[in-house]
């Protein structure tokens, strides 16, 4: 049995094309994997808090120095790191606001993205913890960022995730990325070929 993790980041409901696509993806996924555990997590309407200085003090500290302050300041990431950790797979849904992901996803990576959990600093270095782990990461985006578009220089979005999830140890990374979606029959075309790489992908992942 696989455990997923899915997280939709979008603060939009039907209109939204990233939960469209990967509820699509997770549906299929569990049609042909009846077997197989999700877990679902709505940040986009249920946000997660940002950072604060008692999160920062806590998260930078000796657990055993702890206040109840400090150890109820980590107890929100401690849960997302938890249920972050069980999954062996991950499916994100992601609009691109901006040239990058939304504020909701940045606090959510910001939360579980943590010395000593996810990463750890040692004499080699910074080293990633998340070791073994799959990601799909489907995005929604308004015009074209794909790679022979002249806005290609402006997709700060999967760089950045790739780049982040990779400092943890997830280096297996899959996009399906839905550009052009405010773009009339290019949106048509775009989301039939997103479509298409989720049922490629179920047969490969």
Do not use: C
């Amino acid at each position: 049995m696989v455990n997923i993790l899915h997280i939709d980041s979008s603060p939009r409901g039907e209109r939204s094309h990233s939960r469209e696509l990967s509820k699509e993806f997770v549906s299929s996924w569990k049609a042909a994997h009846p077997e197989d555990a999700i877990a679902y997590r709505d940040i986009g309407r249920h946000p997660v808090p940002h950072v604060n200085e008692a999160w920062i003090a806590a998260a930078f500290s000796p657990p055993e120095t702890h206040t109840p302050e400090l150890t109820e300041a980590l107890r929100i990431s401690d849960e997302l790191i938890d249920e972050f950790l069980a999954a062996d797979r991950y499916v994100f849904g992601v609009p691109m606001y901006n040239f990058n992901i939304p504020s909701t996803f940045k606090a959510y990576i910001d939360q579980i993205v943590r010395a000593n959990r996810t990463f750890a600093v040692d004499a080699q270095g910074l080293r990633g913890l998340v070791e073994g782990k799959k990601a799909i990461i489907i995005t929604a985006r308004g015009s074209d960022f794909s790679p022979t578009s002249p806005f290609v220089a402006y997709d700060f979005q999967e760089p950045y995730l790739r780049a982040i999830f990779g400092f943890i140890g997830i280096t297996d990374i899959q996009f399906i990325n839905a550009n052009s979606l405010n773009e009339g029959d290019a949106r048509t075309q775009s989301l039939s070929e997103a479509r298409a790489a989720i049922k490629n992908l179920i047969t490969q992942w």
